[in-house]
């Protein structure tokens, strides 16, 4: 059984109640962290505050990388932050947004156009399903249309910016 989204896991027991709280506290969407298996809620042992801020710290180098222009690096980074999200928080926690977005630009850079729509895609699985603000919503179209652009696949690109468009319109009203 999985918790919703917002639940802040308790503590497991009261021998281990400081200890739980203490690695729960300060994350506020953690997602699909299954209870009955204490390895699966603390990793390789760690607090999930030290999980989450390790895949975070790997999410920057994984960007960094990228704006050096090394995307085979960077992708290698994003798998790794993204199998710590995926493994320590579930399939439905926030962040994989970012890595699946960056993925899919390294793939485009790199001219692989099947596997940037997939991640471009997975990327946009996820703003529906988190709400995600107008701003990782305009991004990732703009994204799909600079892929479509980079397929020539020109009337798909420009449905993708009329989109942004209509977007930018909506937030002036």
Same mark, same amino acid.
């Given at each position: 059984m999985f918790l919703p989204r917002k639940l802040l896991i308790r503590a497991f027991s009261s021998s281990a109640k400081g200890f739980g709280q203490a690695a729960v506290t300060g994350s506020k969407q953690m997602a699909?962290?299954?209870?009955n298996n204490k390895q699966e809620i603390f990793g390789?042992? $760690?607090?999930? $505050?030290m999980l989450e801020e390790e895949a975070r710290s790997i999410l920057n180098q994984a960007i960094e990388a990228s704006a050096k222009r090394r995307y085979e690096e960077s992708n290698s980074f994003l798998d790794k932050a993204l199998d710590i999200f995926q493994n320590t928080f579930g399939e439905e926690y926030p962040e994989l947004y970012n890595i699946f977005l960056t993925k899919g630009q390294n793939y485009a850079q790199m001219k692989d156009y099947k596997a940037a729509d997939q991640c471009f895609s997975k990327a946009k699985e996820l703003t529906s399903k988190f709400n995600s603000n107008s701003f990782e919503v305009l991004k990732l179209y703009t994204d799909l249309a600079w892929l479509h652009t980079l397929r020539e696949e020109f009337g798909k690109a420009e449905e993708c910016y009329m989109k942004c468009v209509d977007m930018i319109h909506q937030g002036k009203d």
């Open positions: 699909g962290v299954h209870t390789s042992g $760690k607090p999930l $505050k």
